[in-house]
């Protein structure tokens, strides 16, 4: 048995021995009172109807509570459905099988937290309009169209924040550019020594930036009023730089004191109205005192302008058109003229300034190659130059390589100038792309002209040499001949390297010998060495050969180099043998020692030169008396060191030796 039914059946119990007790105590009562049986029955209905009634009663009170639950649950439920509907959301409550009492609770605590939510999402989106609309606003912007409902669903919500944040984005990047604008307004006044005048540049130079209207149409003010205010600045700056040019100008045709100038110009610095003024007012008096001196700085500007002709490359004709330059009315007009002149020069020489610069540095690369060129014509360029000719040919390569890009590039400006102009680009009076190309033909002709005259002193040496009795293959002397071989730092030595013999005896030397010592040297076979003879020059007629020495210790000089040869080298230099004694202070004993090494050598030379008047020519030249074959043990010959010396010997200390490198 249930607690409810136990609650029902005590409550019967109860009730009925409560009505028994009552109703015995009553009818006791009645007794006592004596009351009449109908009394006595209509007391005992009236008990039955006020029972009852309290019964009616309670049931109907009962049934009134019911039917309030069930219209509160309803109407629960309904509210339910409503904030489910403003919140998008799904919440439901199931409350089959409770009481109303439980449903209503239920239902209740349900519908407080979707409350608070409602409630905090009306807030919000009244947060989020309230910025919407201040930020439209500033911005010059329209609010968006929603929903009615005071409660947005999360989209629509999340879309709305979105669009705020955005907004503030916006206004964040507008305010900044315009503070950074508003900052350059303000010092743009400063400098103008301006105050804000209209209503709308005091809003812009208000210190609280935060309520400026940031429009479309209020910015484009800012900006405009930013821009008149740059202009006007930009204009006075440019009008004060022009005075402090002006007057540098005139201080320095009037040579004011350095000390004076910097003092001036840092008591005025800026463009400040002050500093204008005083400018101008210096400038009128230095222009006062420029009258006073007319002459002097005409004659000065005529200077400018020499050096600006002679920049510009002007011929004399362009010069003389400017006839007042021999004016000698020294007059302002006069000097005005001759101002005017040089800063059209400035300015022409300004705008070209890259093609002069380019014709300056053709003409030092041309100058070079002309340099070099010549360089390499010199006899005398393969003696001890210590490196210079692989720099001068690095250098001529270098030339070869920069010299066509120069002129390249100096044609293309060239004809851009002419094209923008609509006239030839001159240079001293002639047109500058015919000027390169009439330099190039110039040295085209010379070259050819020079090769011409060197055929012909070519032709003339030979004729020459038909003459004395020589003959001439290719321009050198049948009896040079010569092995021509790659040059090489072997061949490149001085002196001959020198092997000694694997048995070296010593032998007497003889008389002939020159007593160099007590025994001579033994006889060596050097490496090869090839001999450089220098070009003929202008004034004497040597001819250039190349020598092989196979075996210097079989071959002696004489048998390398003709008399003839010998003796026109020095007679072109006025010289003479050391080896003829000329004097009594020719007695030395050592030009006797090169008289006696030198001895056999004349006698072989001399046998050489009597084989060819004869017709007969051979390869080696019995040695005169008493000297007996080279190849003999009993006579030793000088050794190459010897025979270098003793050659080296042969022109006077004031002549240049005998070229013959070894």
Known sequence: MSRRQEYIETSQREISKSVREHLAL???????????????????????????ALFKEMKEEDIGLKSKLLGKVAALQEQLAVFNLDLDKNESIDVQGLTLIASKSKLDSCLKELKMMHTLRSEERANLEAQEQDLCKQLGRTTEERPAAKCLSDPVMKEFKERVARLRQDKEKLLSGFKETRRDIIELYSDLEEQPRTEFEQRVTDPNVETFPLDPQ????????????????????????????????????????????????????????????????????????????????????RDELLGLWEQCHMSEEERAAFEPFRSLDFTEELLELHEAEVKRLEMYLADNREIFDLLSKRAELWDRMCQLEQAATD???????????????????????????????????????EEANGEPFLLNGHRASLVLKE????????????????????????????MMGTTMMNGVNNNLKRKLVPNTPELGRKLPRVTPAKAPLPTKVSSTAGKVGKFARPVARPTQRKLKMPSPTSSTTQVAFKLEVQNMAEESIASTISYTD???????????????????????????????????????????IASRRNGVLTAKSAPA???RSLRSSSVIRPSPKSALRVSARVTTSKIKPLPIIF
């Open 26 to 52: 009553l009818a006791s009562i009645w007794e006592e009172i004596g009351l009449d049986e109908d009394s006595y029955k209509s007391r005992f209905l009236a008990c039955q109807t006020h029972v009852n």
């Open 625 to 627: 008396k008493p000297v």
């Open 566 to 608: 010998f003796t026109k080298h020095l007679e072109a230099r006025a010289t003479r043998s050391s080896a003829v004694p000329s004097g009594p202070n020719r007695g030395s004993t050592i030009h006797f020692r090169q008289a006696n090494v030198l001895s056999p050598i004349n006698s072989t030379i001399s046998s050489s």
């Open 379 to 417: 006899s005398n360029r393969l003696n001890n130059r210590g490196g210079q000719l692989l720099k001068e040919e690095k250098e001529r390569k270098q030339i070869q390589k920069e010299l066509p890009k120069v002129e390249e590039r100096v044609k293309k400006l060239i004809h851009a100038r």
């Open 218 to 301: 209020s910015l484009a003010d800012v900006a405009t009023l930013h821009e008149r205010l740059e202009l006007q600045v930009r204009q006075i700056t440019e009008e004060t730089e022009q005075y402090r040019l002006k007057l540098a100008n005139l201080w320095d045709r009037l040579e004011v004191d350095p000390m004076v100038r910097t003092i001036f110009l840092e008591n005025y610095p800026g463009i400040r109205k002050t500093t204008r003024k005083e400018l101008r007012n210096e400038i009128a008096r230095c222009e006062e005192l420029k009258k006073q001196n007319l002459e002097r700085f005409t004659l000065r500007m």
């Open 439 to 466: 330099q190039w033909e110039a040295k085209r002709k010379l070259k050819e002209a020079e090769k011409q005259n060197k055929k012909i002193a070519q032709q003339r040496q030979l004729e020459r040499d038909a």
